[in-house]
T-cell receptor, first 115, second 109 residues
Framework: GAVVSQHPSWVICKSGTSVKIECRSL??????MFWYRQFPKQSLMLMAT?????????EQGVEKDKFLINHASLTLSTLTVTSAHPEDSSFYIC???????????FGEGSRLTVL | DAKTTQPPSMDCAEGRAANLPCNHS???????VYWYRQIHSQGPQYIIH???NNETNEMASLIITEDRKSSTLILPHATLRDTAVYYC??????????FGAGTRLTVKP
């Protein structure tokens, strides 16, 4: 089946630094990718929709200048958490739509810890 | 705005069938019912989806009521590894996927 890979799987950074998370579709072309955030014991919250070659669409309450999304190719989307703070510590998950059957494939997630 | 309602938690004995209900009374005619599960600290795993007919695959069966206002995910022989949070989601194929709180299924020996 289709595979979506995220990198890194976990990252620890200092407050004020920026962190980039990559999301790749390994065996299919993904015109649309989605980014989610999940806090402990909570459900996944959609942050933004990323379309190849265009600007991402952010959900209400998500700061687009803080969470920079780039979807430059059909197999890669990146999420950059700029000037990270401890409250940005979370599990970040990406997903991409399969081309035929319509199911959404999810990456393994990236755990960000900001000290 | 998850558009689905699920019980927060359920228990199931190992080897028995696990039946997870989901209400989606406001589902539109072109929206599918999807089921995913999430094991701790992993990305969600696709289980099954359907529009109006019942569906079965190697993981589970999906039973959708005739009025499509509710559905049931059936794991025929639950194992300890099926312990996870199960999410029922309604989605148009062109739209994003929004998660509700899900059902935390605990399979007990």
């Amino acid at each position: 089946g289709a595979v979506v890979s995220q990198h890194p799987s976990w990252v620890i950074c200092k407050s004020g630094t920026s962190v980039k998370i990559e999301c790749r579709s390994l065996d299919f072309q993904a015109t649309t990718m989605f980014w989610y955030r999940q806090f402990p014991k909570q459900s996944l919250m959609l942050m933004a929709t990323s379309n190849e070659g265009s600007k991402a669409t952010y959900e209400q309450g998500v700061e687009k200048d803080k969470f920079l999304i780039n979807h430059a190719s059909l197999t890669l989307s990146t999420l950059t958490v700029t000037s990270a703070h401890p409250e940005d510590s979370s599990f970040y998950i990406c997903s991409a739509t399969g081309t035929v059957t319509g199911e959404l494939f999810f990456g393994e997630g990236s755990r960000l810890t900001v000290l | 705005d998850a558009k689905t309602t699920q019980p927060p938690s359920m228990d199931c004995a190992e080897g028995r069938a696990a039946n997870l209900p989901c209400n989606h009374s406001t589902i539109s005619g072109n929206e599918y019912v999807y089921w995913y599960r999430q094991i701790h600290s992993q990305g969600p795993q696709y289980i099954i989806h359907g529009l109006k007919n019942n569906e079965t695959n190697e993981m589970a069966s999906l039973i959708i009521t005739e009025d499509r206002k509710s559905s049931t995910l059936i794991l025929p022989h639950a194992t300890l590894r099926d312990t996870a949070v199960y999410y029922c989601i309604v989605r148009n194929n062109n739209n994003d996927m929004r998660f509700g709180a899900g059902t935390r299924l605990t399979v007990k020996p």
